[in-house]
């Protein structure tokens, strides 16, 4: 089945202490990218990836890092999360033939505290 | 640059009702359109999409015709259900990035 993972689905951390949140695809997609969403203001890009060691800012970058050493997995890491970063991530990947139709996964809630 | 304004909800219809979400966006050359649904507890995914001016999108009884000379892709469907309750976010794809409206909460009560 294709799909993109993303783990963990929910976790409650502390300001400062790193985390990652894992997303994979199993498509074969060029194209990752991180959202971020809140309430009232819709979908964030983070970063994106347009393939393998090629990764760019999104509109919302301060605070986050990426890495795209293989072309399935896309890590968000957050070095020191504060609690401004609380919030639902969603991973999405796209083919670089398919016009912009974005996969998603099913979201990470993160909270901060 | 490129952006997405969506009608603003939360909107709330009974079953069977007449629903219209609108969008209109703002792009240099030629973007794909789409809409997103997002149902409770879950991602987004396609609902339907056009790729060039006048494609009409359909899916699950949704519709959307992408209009060039309103730069709008309004979605429409006649007879909505409880199941169609969700988050429905419009989107466009142009020159390699896309671009989210705000989302729209729709409400179907029985």
């Known amino acids: 089945e294709a799909q993109v993972t993303q783990n963990p689905r929910y976790l409650i951390t502390v300001t400062g202490k790193k985390l990652t949140v894992t997303c994979s695809q199993n498509?074969?997609?060029?194209?990752m990218s991180w959202y971020r969403q809140d309430p009232g203001l819709g979908l964030r890009q983070i970063y994106y990836s347009m393939n393998v060691e090629v990764t760019d800012k999104g509109d919302v970058p301060e605070g986050y890092k990426v890495s795209r050493k293989e072309k399935r997995n896309f890590p968000l890491i957050l070095e020191s999360p504060s609690p401004n970063q609380t919030s639902l991530y969603f991973c999405a990947s796209s083919s670089a033939r398919n016009t912009g139709e974005l996969f998603f996964g099913e979201g990470s809630r993160l909270t901060v505290l | 640059g490129n952006s997405v304004t969506q009608m603003e909800g939360p909107v709330t219809l009974s079953e069977e009702a007449f629903l219209t979400i609108n969008c209109t966006y703002t792009a240099t050359g030629y973007p794909s359109l789409f809409w997103y649904v997002q149902y409770p507890g879950e991602g987004l995914q396609l609902l339907l999409k056009?790729?060039?001016?006048?494609d009409k999108g359909s899916n699950k009884g949704f519709e959307a015709t992408y209009r060039k000379e309103t730069t709008s892709f309004h979605l429409e469907k006649g007879s909505v259900q409880v199941s169609d309750s969700a988050v429905y976010f419009c989107?466009?794809?142009?020159?390699?990035?896309?671009?989210f409206g705000d989302g729209t909460t729709l409400t179907v009560k029985p």
């Open positions: 056009a790729t060039k001016a006048d």
């Open positions: 498509m074969n997609h060029e194209y």
């Open positions: 989107a466009l794809y142009n020159a390699g990035k896309s671009t």
